[in-house]
């Protein structure tokens, strides 16, 4: 078992930043795939960026290439997402999810936190 505890969520304007954190702890391998998805109000869980832990290879959606930045601290046993120049359709509940065999599919993921949610105004 993998416990996961997102932190960082809040309200913003248009064009603004936030810092979205994921702490994990129980049975963790260095092998897995620590992800990001996000959903919108009455939409599907979309993904939004994955990092592999043991390597520090990195993967983001297009929507949000050049904006978001996946990243992990070892030391601390987290994975944090920088948003910058936030948008409107941006706004969404935001999950840290953990998979054995990565991807961008949110059935490939095993563990979830509760998510956390992030509002961006007009």
């Known amino acids: 078992q993998v416990q996961l505890v997102e932190s960082g969520g809040g309200l913003v304007q248009t064009g603004g930043s936030l810092r979205l954190s994921c702490a994990q702890s129980?049975?963790?391998?260095?092998?897995?795939?620590v992800g990001w998805f996000r959903q919108p109000p009455g939409k599907e869980r979309a993904f939004v960026a994955a990092?592999?832990?043991?390597?520090?290879?990195?993967n983001h959606a297009d929507a949000v290439k050049g904006r978001f930045t996946i990243s992990r601290d070892n030391a601390k046993g987290t994975v944090s997402l920088q948003m910058n120049s936030l948008r409107p359709e941006d706004t969404a509940v935001y999950y840290c999810a953990v998979s054995r065999l990565g991807g961008v599919i949110a059935s490939s993921y095993d563990y979830w936190g509760q998510g956390t949610r992030v509002t961006v105004s007009a």
């Open positions: 129980g049975r963790f391998f260095s092998t897995y795939t």
């Open positions: 990092i592999t832990w043991s390597t520090g290879i990195t």
